[in-house]
């Protein structure tokens, strides 16, 4: 259970018939059990000195005459018994004994990691042995060292290499297009920390592509404020499952006991297949995720989820000393897909597959998250490992990614949007248009006006968002020409408006500009390299009983943004933009699409008047 071939029958026999004697044992640095024996040892000028047990070949009469002297009992020390016979120079010259002093055909682990080096070649990987030169055959991971083992086993012998990639990928996976019905999967929900994004993580749950009547649903929200999120998808989706359990954080559970009772749920149903647990802080990018998992059929297999462009992952590929987080040779590759495979890990979390059986058999105890002062994914790992179950991470697909939930506010009314630097690839699916990328690729810009370009910017989640959010904070200006929230205190074209400053949202507003407009102005303004800087960033409010238009101005800037927050027609009547110079108007504006134009000079317009209901835009004076 701890050796691993990393050569053929060939190469072992030739190796051994090459030490011209009867019997070999495998030689270790260290000696045990008994250090008392060390002297008796035969000195040896260079390689390993002492006996290890956990390897030997010999010719079998050989082999014969030295088990036909075991006279103890059966939970004696085999190694102790052969030290014995070998240190008697009597027996060792009569029996042709010697140990493989230089690894030529073993290689124990113990005390010896730091002299093992993986050698990759073209067709194939071997173990090397850098302080003797020698490519060993057979590879012993004895004590502490199977961990170590596991990894050199993701390689050897025909695991993986450049060549070919992953070897072994492709054994014992399963077809559930074969499959009479799909396996029945527990799904088991944490959402242990207030977590970005979450309605967006439930609605994944519903587009797996998984009969869902094969999905049972359990669900742990550690959060008070989540309990809105969870009720809304509960209430809209409850019958669309095969049940749908909740846990809320009124039952005062702890995560390990949370984990514990969802794992429970599996272990105890004997119609359940498969167990499948989930963190709120995975956004499933690819709908196959759990069929690709089942289909690779392991006992445990994790699917790598990574944070956007970042080397944090789901899984570790080594462990230290005290059992916590040590960076493998292959930890990068394997993160940034350079090494594609299946790969045996010591530790994974977030996301990760079980079969029912397993847990039903070698995983049967009910507690394995708690254990000690570890944290609950700790506690599980080690539990396993202990159980000698293998867990393995597989980076075949591109499944999805991890979010950070690291400084995450929640006292904004839409607390996504302030999420532009923590989660960049999840606030620009949610508040970015979908169209706006064929601006570049397919050229989707308008010029209704002379230099007046129309563009898809903003998602309408974008609009309603921050239309709530300053509806939320409440306090308009009024259009008063008095306005102390600018420099000189005095506004000459005054808008109802609240400043992006007023609702914290300056840094996150600017960003915005920095990575999403400024790429538009280079392309429909060429040649000119736009700062991406504006000192006012506001919100504009038109109804007809506040402030139904605005009187033709210049904006204080070297180009405008102007982005419709709501619908003309089910949302206001009127409203639009007038250009005086072109006598050009513009008087549908597109919910979620910007105006960019000239500020100071060129451009002089006006906000022609609202008629009835509330019309909502943003505004941004750009390199002012």
């Given amino acids: 259970y701890d050796v691993i ?55 079998a009469p050989y082999i014969n005459k030295i088990v036909q002297q075991w006279n103890l009992h ?47 070649g073209n067709e194939r990987v071997r173990v090397r042995n850098t302080v003797y030169d020698t490519l060993p055959v057979v590879i012993h991971g004895n004590g502490n060292t199977k961990l170590y083992l596991n990894y050199l086993g993701n390689y050897i012998p025909n695991t993986w290499n450049y060549e070919h990639g992953c070897g072994v990928c492709d054994k014992d996976v399963l077809d559930l297009s074969h499959f009479p ?79 514990n009772m969802g794992m429970d749920s599996c272990r105890m149903d004997e119609g359940c297949d498969f167990y499948f647990s989930i963190d709120a802080d995975v956004m499933l990018s690819n709908r196959q995720t759990l069929k690709l998992l089942i289909e690779q059929n392991r006992k445990i297999i994790s699917p790598l989820v990574s944070r956007h462009s970042k080397l944090w992952s789901n899984f570790w590929g080594a462990l230290s000393l005290d059992g916590y987080y040590a960076r493998s040779e292959d930890y990068v590759d394997i993160v940034q897909g350079k090494r594609v495979g299946v790969w045996n890990i010591p530790y994974m979390a977030h996301i990760y597959l079980i079969k029912g059986e397993t847990l039903r058999n070698e995983l049967k105890e009910r507690n394995y998250f708690v254990l000690e002062k570890l944290d609950p994914d700790m506690a599980l790992c080690r539990n396993t490992r202990e159980q000698g179950v293998f867990m393995y991470v597989t980076n075949r697909h591109d499944f999805g990614r991890l979010i950070s939930t690291a400084n995450y506010n929640t006292s904004h009314y839409n607390n996504d949007l302030w999420q532009i630097f923590e989660n960049p690839v999840d606030w620009k699916e949610k508040y970015i248009h979908p169209n706006y ?22 998602s309408e989640k974008a609009c309603d968002e921050l239309v709530e959010e300053m509806e939320n904070y ?116 597109r919910k979620g699409w910007s105006f960019m134009h000239p500020g100071r000079l060129t451009h002089l317009h006006e906000g022609l008047p609202t008629t009835n209901g509330t019309r909502y835009i943003a505004v941004s004076f750009i390199d002012p």
């Fill in 5 to 59: 071939f990393a050569g053929g029958p060939e190469e072992l026999l030739k190796k051994f018939q090459q030490s011209n004697h009867k019997v070999l044992f495998a030689a270790e640095g260290l000696i045990w059990p008994d250090k008392r024996l060390a002297d008796k040892y035969p000195s040896v000028r260079s390689g390993k000195r002492f006996l290890n047990s956990g390897g030997i070949i010999g010719y």
């Fill in 74 to 120: 059966e939970n004696d020390d085999d190694q102790l018994f052969y030290t014995k016979i070998y240190l008697d120079p009597l027996q060792r010259e009569r029996l042709n004994m010697t140990l493989d002093h230089k690894c030529q055909i073993f290689q124990n682990l113990k005390g010896a990691v730091d002299e093992v080096l993986l050698k990759f």
């Fill in 181 to 259: 019905e799909y396996p029945s999967v527990t799904v088991g929900v944490f959402i242990e920390q207030p977590t970005p994004f979450l309605p967006e993580f439930l609605e994944r749950l519903l587009t797996l592509d998984y009969p869902k009547n094969k999905l049972s649903i359990f669900v742990h929200n550690n959060e008070v404020y989540h309990e809105k999120h969870l009720q809304r998808f509960w209430e809209e989706n409850k019958n669309v499952f095969k049940s749908f359990k909740v846990v809320g954080p009124e039952e005062n559970l702890s995560q390990g006991e949370a984990r």
């Fill in 437 to 458: 990328t064929r601006i570049f690729t397919e050229n989707l810009t308008e010029q209704p006006c002379p230099d007046v370009f129309w563009f898809p910017v903003f």
């Fill in 474 to 589: 409440g306090l308009w200006s009024g259009g008063r020409h008095k306005d102390k929230r600018i420099s000189g205190g005095y506004e000459n074209v005054p808008t109802d408006d609240i400043h992006m400053s007023q609702i914290n949202f300056e840094k996150e507003w600017l960003h915005f500009i920095r990575e999403y407009i400024s790429p538009v102005t280079l392309k429909v303004f060429s040649g000119y390299y736009t700062k991406g800087y504006a000192l006012l960033n506001f919100v504009v409010k038109y109804s007809p009983e506040r402030q139904p238009a605005l009187r033709p101005h210049h904006d204080t800037s070297t180009f405008t943004i102007n982005i419709a927050l709501n619908n003309k027609g089910s949302d206001f009547q009127g409203g639009g933009c007038r250009f005086h110079r072109y006598n050009c108007s513009i008087e549908s504006p």
